[in-house]
């Protein structure tokens, strides 16, 4: 069964940081792009970043120099580690798996940001 489960959000101060997790199973997940988006309500979905097979990564300028993204590929999971958080960065973040062969969704993790 394939599952990607993000965890790690939650409410944070204006300013302050937080690790989001996508933890990976039922598929070969070193194959796989991994792809951080996220989406308040009634706006697009947007990529916040992406890490490729080869560990090259892709970033949305809004989180240039803020967010960094990594993979463990012995723990099959992919993390968000997120600085200098902003109250504009309130939404859900959803862990996104593709390859040639599939493309898979987890649930969503909210982050609030707020004082």
């Known amino acids: 069964q394939v599952q990607l489960v993000e965890s790690g959000g939650g409410l944070v101060q204006p300013g302050g940081s937080l690790t989001l997790s996508c933890a990976a199973s039922?598929?070969?997940?070193?194959?796989?792009?991994i792809r951080w988006y996220r989406q308040a309500p009634d706006k697009q979905r947007e990529l916040v970043e992406g890490?490729?097979?080869?560990?090259?990564?892709t970033y949305a300028d809004s989180v240039k120099d803020r967010f960094t993204i990594s993979r463990n590929n012995a723990k099959n999971t992919v993390y968000l580690q997120m600085n200098s958080l902003k109250p504009e960065d309130t939404t859900v973040y959803y862990c996104?798996?593709?390859?040639?062969?599939?493309?898979?969704w987890g649930q969503g993790t909210q982050v609030t940001v707020s004082s």
């Open positions: 996104n798996g593709n390859y040639v062969s599939g493309n898979f």
């Open positions: 039922g598929f070969p997940f070193s194959w796989y792009t």
């Open positions: 890490i490729g097979s080869g560990y090259d990564t």
